[in-house]
């Protein structure tokens, strides 16, 4: 089967999961902090799309919930408090430029490409929309995961870990035809409850050591050890 065989619905979705994966480049690059909470308000959207479209093409209603939910908690919500947690951290006008920019894009797009090989022998050769969807939503995990490695800056680190979070959930969506509601409700409370923390620990360390910036940290670390 072909791309072209596969019905609309199927067809868009597929589209609107590579702009997912395109927002996690654009997410992974960004340099300024409020430019990178709004990359991520918009990753968020796609995702709440692409679950109505699920919800739509079949007949699982429940999604259209959990679009909605997710589109008041990524696109809204969740941005909407890191921007009061950045602004009241003064780091509205921070920048934190790769050091190796091309080095890092290479790096993932050598992480699609692994998700694509990993996912061809788990997946039947016959199931092209599954196979490209999870392959899509791993290759936006391991992007996520990437960002918190390279990333120096605690609050990026955190973007990171929520955009794999989208990737998960783009994954259980889409290949799995949804979670239930239940499970879907104590994830999305599970996310907010971490980001508030993430927060509070934020504030924390902000008035301990005047910085959140983890190479800095752990330079301090190393210098506690020392003494």
């Given at each position: 089967?072909?791309?072209?065989?596969?019905?609309l619905l199927q067809q868009l979705t597929l589209v609107l999961a590579a702009i997912v994966l395109f927002?996690?480049?654009?997410?992974?690059e960004q340099a300024r902090l409020v430019a990178a909470i709004?990359?991520?308000?918009?990753?968020?959207?796609l995702t709440a799309t692409?679950?109505?479209i699920v919800a739509a093409n079949s007949d699982l209603k429940h999604l259209f919930f959990s679009a909605a939910l997710t589109l008041i908690m990524k696109a809204l919500l969740i941005p909407w408090m890191l921007h009061r947690l950045v602004y009241r951290l003064e780091l509205d006008r921070h920048r934190e430029s790769?050091?190796?920019?091309?080095l890092a894009v290479m790096a993932a797009l050598a992480l699609v490409i692994f998700s694509y090989w990993a996912v061809a022998p788990l997946v039947k050769q016959e199931l092209l929309f599954t196979r490209n969807i999870v392959a899509v939503s791993l290759a936006v995990v391991l992007i996520?995961?990437?960002m918190m490695v390279?990333?120096?800056?605690?609050?990026?680190?955190v973007l990171g870990f929520m955009s794999m979070e989208n990737g998960l959930f783009l994954a259980a969506v889409t290949a799995t035809g949804g979670m239930p509601l239940v499970v879907e409700l104590g994830v999305a409370f599970d996310v907010l409850v971490a980001m508030i923390l993430f927060g509070v620990f934020f504030f924390q360390i902000r008035e301990s050591i005047d910085t959140l910036d983890v190479d800095r940290m752990n330079r301090l670390t190393e210098k506690a050890d020392e003494s």
């Open positions: 089967m072909i791309l072209e065989q596969l019905p927002v996690s480049f654009v997410l992974l709004h990359v991520f308000a918009w990753q968020g959207a692409v679950t109505a790769l050091r190796h920019p091309a996520g995961l990437w390279i990333r120096a800056q605690a609050v990026a680190q």
